[in-house]
């Protein structure tokens, strides 16, 4: 099978869709060697998580031939470069298809992370709402299957563009390998070192935005042990401010510590290393940083009303986003219990072998084989 993707975000983007474009190819390319793979992208930027390509002789990298209006060759163009290289399925990995794909003869599949900016328009502006929407119900129309990477991203298809539910197929992604393997001592001590890390913290992990609920945690700590302060690692939007000026006014400035620009291998040593990993979004696709959190080894605590409690399994706890007393409850019952602990870290590591990249890989294969076959 000769199989085409939307790789731009593989090759521009380190975080969110990069990492599930990335993911998604790489598991692909080891798991079903007898496919093609095709990466089309405006450049192929230099990029060091993209190595993995040189090991696989059944991947190649295809670019526009003029470097100029390379938005419309990827939003147009492309289609006549996929029929020139006989692609027999393209799959947009970021909600997008280009324009005349349904009139190429090439099937189609694209992948809905999310619908944020419909369920929280005012954070996205006029603009940017409006070109989103056009993209997504462009290419939920006109793709073959639409792959949706949890039940909520599915549903919220349903309910909010109304797409016929059998066009829909839950594929969950993966994370990177690195999360699952356990740190030595003189790893950890180095990372700890560097940071300057406490021997105990509490754990976030993601973009500084409001959607991100973090100012939820920051609440929560007036009500936890003193000497557990609360380590965040992300980049910091506007929502930050809100987040800091809270923080000024409770005297909680020695409470948080705020890393950003983490390099990649670091990060899943900061996780091993943290007691409690704390998620209180309201809104997710899926909730990579809870898997990677688990694959860990590290207890979740993450927010109902989202898709968290599918990333996260029946062994994690949850709170109520709008309840930091809720979160400080939860909070403390697991700093006080070693035990349990212990028990929600090996469970969390058994149901995230629900997510192995041998059998996501299976399920796309199947998708695309079924894509090709019968629609």
Not at 35 to 44: D, E, I, R, V
Not at 267 to 286: D, K
């Amino acid at each position: 099978m000769k199989i085409g993707y939307d790789a731009k975000r593989a090759f521009y983007n380190n975080t969110g869709l990069g990492n599930y474009s990335r993911w998604l190819i790489k598991s692909l390319a080891y798991f079903h060697p007898e496919n093609s793979y095709f990466l089309y992208t405006p450049k192929a930027k230099a990029n060091q998580r993209l190595n993995f390509l040189g090991d696989h002789g059944n991947i190649q990298t295809v670019t526009p031939q003029s470097k100029f209006f390379t938005s419309w060759w990827r939003s147009k163009g492309i289609v006549k470069d996929l029929q020139r290289d006989s692609i027999e399925l393209y799959h947009g990995l970021s909600h997008e298809l280009p324009w005349g794909i349904n009139r190429s003869g090439i099937k189609s599949i694209v992948t809905i992370h999310d619908l944020i900016f419909m369920r929280y328009p005012k954070q996205f502006g006029w603009f940017n709402y409006r070109v989103y929407l056009a993209k997504v119900k462009h290419a939920c129309k006109v793709a073959d299957k639409i792959i949706a990477i949890s039940q909520k991203t599915k549903d919220d298809l349903i309910e909010l563009l109304n797409i016929d539910a059998d066009k829909i197929e839950v594929v969950y992604q993966g994370c990177d390998v690195a999360f699952k393997e356990l740190k030595n001592d003189k790893q950890k001590l180095a990372v700890k070192a560097k940071y300057n890390l406490p021997d105990k913290f509490l754990l976030n992990v993601g973009t500084i935005e409001e959607r991100k609920n973090l100012l939820l945690v920051v609440q929560a700590l007036k009500n936890t042990p003193a000497d557990v302060p609360l380590v965040v690692v992300g980049k910091p939007k506007k929502y930050a401010e809100k987040v800091n000026d809270y923080i000024a006014a409770n005297n909680l400035t020695n409470r948080v510590i705020f890393l950003k620009d983490i390099p990649f291998d670091e990060l899943p040593v900061i996780y091993q290393l943290a007691p409690i990993f704390i998620y209180p979004s309201r809104y997710e696709g899926f909730g990579i940083p809870v898997l990677e959190a688990l694959n860990s080894g590290t207890p979740v605590i993450a927010a109902t009303g989202s898709c968290l409690e599918e990333a996260g399994g029946p062994d994690s706890r949850y709170a109520n986003p709008d309840d930091a007393d809720d979160l400080a409850q939860q909070i403390n019952l697991l700093l006080a219990d070693d035990n349990l602990r212990q028990t929600m870290a090996a469970k969390g590591r058994e149901y995230a072998e629900n997510f192995n990249d041998d059998k996501l890989a299976l399920q796309l294969q199947q998708v695309y084989t079924n894509t090709l076959n019968y629609a």
